[in-house]
């Protein structure tokens, strides 16, 4: 089924840890995003790719690093992890019809 | 820059009773508009979008939203609403020019028997 995998679904993860969130899509599209999605702030934009081999920064990116090496895959890393990060994330894709979510990592920093 | 409110964070509702979900935009040019439902525990899913055309929508599940220009909202209208459809609601507001889409804080629809 065509569509966006996120990686792990959930996770605890220790204040100061390293943790990267790991989103491929089998639609091709040239588009991907991350956002973090807190109660009462809806979703806010992390990073972005247009397109392979190019990234931007997002509304909240501190803290948060992209790349992207190939069409499909859009990792999201947390170099020292802090306990404002815990959110659940959610990876997109688009073409020009619309984006494509993932079901999201819940992410605890403890 | 583009900016989008979404004026009620809950909205309670009877079964079978009509609602409509409130969503106004800022942008200083054209725009593409979309509403997303996100049930429990779950994604995002496309419910509807205007990029162009006519100014009424019509998506999945019964809804339907009008874009008005002049008053920079599009409204998520159902005219009668089952328990199925308590979930959260996002409006969404992408530039023309640019891919990224800027969310509102959403709305919990809650029906209730």
């Known amino acids: 089924i065509a569509g966006i995998t996120q990686a792990p679904t959930s996770q605890i993860l220790a204040a100061g840890r390293r943790m990267t969130l790991r989103c491929t899509q089998d639609?091709?599209?040239?588009?991907m995003y991350w956002y973090r999605q807190d109660l009462g702030l809806g979703l806010r934009l992390i990073h972005y790719?247009?397109?392979?081999?190019?990234?931007g920064k997002g509304e909240v990116p501190d803290g948060y690093s992209v790349s992207r090496a190939n069409t499909d895959d859009f990792p999201l890393t947390l170099a020292s992890a802090v306990p404002s990060q815990t959110s659940v994330y959610f990876c997109?894709?688009?073409?020009?019809?619309?984006?494509?979510f993932g079901s999201g990592t819940r992410l605890t920093v403890v | 820059a583009q900016s989008v409110t979404q004026l009620d964070s809950q909205v309670p509702v009877f079964e079978e009773a009509p609602v409509e979900l409130r969503c106004n935009y800022s942008s200083s040019v054209s725009v593409y508009l979309f509403w997303y439902v996100q049930y429990p525990n779950q994604g995002l899913q496309l419910l509807l979008k205007y990029l162009s055309g006519s100014t009424l929508v019509k998506g999945i599940n019964g809804f339907e939203a009008e874009f008005n220009k002049s008053q920079t909202s599009f409204h998520l209208r159902k005219p009668s609403v089952h328990i199925s459809d308590t979930a959260e609601y996002f409006c969404a507001v992408r530039n023309s020019g640019y891919s990224t889409l800027t969310f509102g804080k959403g709305t919990m629809l809650l029906v209730s028997p």
């Open positions: 997109a894709s688009s073409d020009s019809g619309g984006y494509t």
């Open positions: 790719s247009n397109t392979a081999g190019t990234t």
């Open positions: 639609m091709r599209h040239n588009a």
